[in-house]
């Protein structure tokens, strides 16, 4: 079993910031690519960022030059740092890995990010 956790949300003002960090253990075999996902109440979900198999990085444009995602394959972590939070940018936020062995995409619970205005 592979378990992905996500810590570090919380609720900020707008403007502020919050690190999200994802934690990926058990039967992990090869990780491609890894990233960051979002989906608030009443819409689907949507890409965040992500860090591709050739480490391009990838980001919605709603968060270019707001946020920035990182992450470490061998120890199977990713970070995304979230700066100038915006209310528009309240959701549940949900890290994945793609593991290349395995075939398959393995997802985290989510952490609730919670901007006001």
């Known amino acids: 079993q592979v378990q992905l956790v996500e810590s570090g949300g919380g609720l900020v003002q707008a403007g502020g910031s919050l690190r999200l960090s994802c934690v990926a253990s058990?039967?992990?075999?090869?990780?491609?690519?890894m990233g960051w996902y979002r989906q608030a109440s009443g819409n689907e979900r949507e890409l965040v960022a992500r860090?591709?198999?050739?480490?391009?990085?990838e980001y919605a444009d709603s968060v270019k030059g707001r946020f920035t995602i990182s992450g470490d394959r061998a120890k199977a972590t990713t970070f995304l740092q979230l700066n100038s939070l915006k209310p528009e940018d309240t959701s549940v936020y949900y890290c994945?890995?793609?593991?290349?062995?395995?075939?398959?995409?393995?997802w985290g619970q989510g952490t609730q990010v919670t901007v006001t205005s």
């Open positions: 994945y890995i793609y593991d290349w062995n395995a075939g398959r995409d393995f």
């Open positions: 860090i591709s198999g050739s480490d391009i990085t």
């Open positions: 058990g039967r992990i075999f090869s990780i491609h690519s």
